[in-house]
């Protein structure tokens, strides 16, 4: 079945920079790879999502990149602010068939 | 988007009793899971909630402990068997919904197994 992988697992950035969240999938047949920030005592909320024929996705500060070839796709976040510091999930999905999750990257914010 | 309603939000259970969860949709969906979410750790897929059959069991996961029910297709509920304290976890229901082709959660249901 489906795995994922998802690194770090931790990250701590200054804020203004730049954070990198990286993850890799096993199923080739996988075409939708969603993006889910978990904020404390707080359920997974979607904030980005890319589909396997697109291979970029820009939303203000936050993009997703795809490499289907490789299987990975990964989250960017420009100019961090202390707000969005939560736990970030990766997943893939075939097209809402059960979807799988990554172990989750602990982003910390520093101001 | 789905507007997803779980009860109880939480609760505090005696080990060896049962509780059943349930999940209310406001519009029909196809597609319907239910996610357990350990203690600082990510989400693990139970089950897939099917309309009018037997539930679809991830490894790990047998009916006995979790039985599932889905009734139609804007409900479902999950029971939590003999509960024992390694059960503590918030259990997530999820929705697949082809208004916007996308992957929503309730609020999430906390339970804590004394």
């Known amino acids: 079945g489906e795995n994922v992988e998802q690194h770090p697992s931790t990250l701590s950035v200054q804020e203004g920079d730049s954070a990198v969240i990286k993850c890799t999938y096993s199923d080739s047949a996988s075409n939708y790879f969603p993006w889910y920030k978990q904020e404390l005592g707080k359920r997974p909320q979607l904030i980005i999502d890319i589909r396997s024929n697109v291979g970029e996705k820009k939303d203000q500060r936050i993009a997703v990149t795809l490499n289907k070839t490789a299987k990975h796709f990964s989250l960017h976040i420009t100019e961090t602010q202390p707000e969005d510091s939560a736990v970030y999930f990766c997943a893939a999905s075939k097209g809402g068939f059960k979807t799988i999750f990554g172990a989750g990257t602990r982003l910390f914010v520093k101001a | 988007s789905a507007v997803i309603s779980q009860k109880p939000s939480r609760d505090i259970c005696q080990r060896g009793t049962s509780l059943t969860i349930q999940c209310q949709v406001d519009s029909q969906v196809t597609m319907m899971f239910w996610y357990r979410q350990q203690p600082g750790q990510s989400l693990t897929l139970i089950a897939t909630a099917n309309q009018g059959s037997e539930a679809t069991y991830e490894s790990g996961f047998v009916i006995d402990k979790f039985p599932i029910s889905r009734p139609n297709l804007t409900f479902s509920t999950l029971t939590v068997s003999n509960m024992s304290p390694e059960d503590s976890s918030i259990y997530l229901c999820?929705?697949?919904?082809?208004?916007?082709?996308?992957?929503?959660f309730g609020e999430g249901s906390w339970l804590t197994v004394v």
């Open positions: 999820s929705v697949w919904a082809d208004s916007g082709n996308t992957i929503y």
